[in-house]
């Protein structure tokens, strides 16, 4: 499972009308928060049955990958991270996990953090120092904060709420859309499971929160519910 095998097979998959139609929903434009990337055109379940076929690739092989100018080709690379990280040992998942911090400059779109973040970042976190997620949520780059707060979905899951709701708290003046979606959906999570710690936190933070990401942390209330948060009747 060479750089070159792999690449030539991910290329060899793609279609052009598809490609076409990635750069501008991922908004690939000038100014746009998906400046300049590239596209192949190759979809993400097709994706997925190409690292069923290169599941042993080496984690060396894998961190190359990470870097590819085509944004297939890097989400491959997380995918796979991804997959060999829930089948690993403990010292072949700190790797990943340091690969992964290594190259985050790489891992630039919200669906390569969305599909690789809480999966490796999260879980290499559950019993350890999360600092890393805090300091993370006050960088300069949009993907680090939101690889901060969509990590925090592995403890949500477990019904640890303490870090997403203190970063969602960093966050809320932040300038992103991209993080007011990241940070409303996160708190709709922590709704699904203890819906008094999500309106806990809404009933201090509410008034004050982006109105896309309030819209995405009470989408599943009932009308009556939102349009109270939403004229700020609470």
Do not use: C
């Amino acid at each position: 499972m060479t750089y070159q095998e792999i690449t030539g097979h991910l290329y060899s998959l793609g279609v052009p009308k598809i490609a076409e139609h990635s750069q501008r929903f991922f908004k690939t434009g000038e100014g746009e928060y998906g400046f300049g990337d590239k596209f192949l055109g190759v979809r993400v379940p097709v994706i997925r049955q190409a690292v069923k076929k290169y599941k042993n690739t080496p984690l060396s092989v894998a961190a190359k990958l990470l870097k590819s100018e085509y944004h297939e080709v890097r989400l491959f690379s997380l995918l796979l991270l991804v997959f060999r990280f829930s089948k690993s040992k403990p010292n072949e998942q700190e790797e990943i996990y340091h690969i992964y911090l290594g190259n985050t400059h790489y891992i630039n779109n919200w669906d390569l953090v969305d599909s690789s973040a809480h999966h490796i970042v999260g879980a290499y976190l559950e019993n350890k120092d999360r600092s890393v997620l805090y300091d993370f949520s006050r960088s300069d780059s949009l993907w680090e904060r939101r690889i901060a707060i969509i990590s925090t979905f592995y403890f949500i899951k477990r019904n640890q709420f303490i870090d997403a709701l203190r970063i969602s708290e960093q966050l809320i003046n932040d300038q992103e859309d991209l993080i007011h979606k990241a940070v409303g959906w996160m708190l709709r999570e922590v709704g699904k499971r203890d819906l008094n710690t999500e309106v806990t936190f809404l009933k201090s933070h509410y008034q004050e929160m982006p109105r896309t990401m309030l819209r995405y942390a009470i989408e599943k209330f009932s009308k009556e519910e939102r349009h109270m948060y939403l004229n700020g009747e609470v």
